[in-house]
């Protein structure tokens, strides 16, 4: 059973392309308010604009963080109801293996866009790298069996 199944019994139907409109509309919210905001308080007090920039990008930045983690759990949840279903860490590594092999994008081979891929992945992914999904399958199905 695919590790998707969890998204498809819960109906999730968001996608990369509507994820990535949903940061790109939040961002571009943040910088009409954080710059109206500053604007503001460059007119009222201009010692608070940089304070006031400040804060907003880190509330931003912060609820960003957030998004992302709340994501990951996501994922985290469908691998173990998908491992619960199955109990075949060696199916789930080989979904693993053909994701990253046929679906994701390969890293590009220059030093910038490289680093840039690997940000990306670390900070915006929703998924974990496949070898600590795994860990985590597998620990879950230890803790099951020693209950």
């Given amino acids: ?16 392309a509507a994820r990535y409109a949903w940061l790109l509309g939040y961002l ?3 910088l009409a308010s954080g ?10 007090a201009p010692q608070l604009a940089g304070p006031a920039m400040l804060a907003t990008m880190t509330a931003a930045v912060a609820f960003l963080g957030l998004r992302v ?19 075949d860490l060696d ?6 293996r053909f994701y990253e092999d046929n679906v994701a994008r390969p ?3 220059g030093g910038l866009g490289r680093a840039w891929a690997r940000l990306e992945r670390r900070w915006f992914a929703t998924h974990h790298e496949p070898q600590a ?7 879950h199905l230890v803790d099951q069996a020693a209950d």
């Avoid at 199916?91 to 693993?96: F, H, P, V």
């Fill in 133 to 139: 999904r795994l860990a985590a399958m597998r620990r």
């Fill in 35 to 44: 710059g109206s905001l500053t604007v503001t308080a460059l007119a009222a």
């Fill in 69 to 87: 983690a709340f994501d990951r759990r996501e994922e985290i949840a469908a691998d173990l109801f998908a491992v619960d279903l199955t109990r």
């Fill in 28 to 30: 571009m919210l943040v």
């Fill in 107 to 109: 890293l590009p081979d």
């Fill in 1 to 16: 059973m695919p590790t998707s199944s969890p998204h498809v019994i819960r109906r999730d139907r968001i996608s990369a």
């Fill in 91 to 96: 199916a789930a590594a080989e979904l693993m």
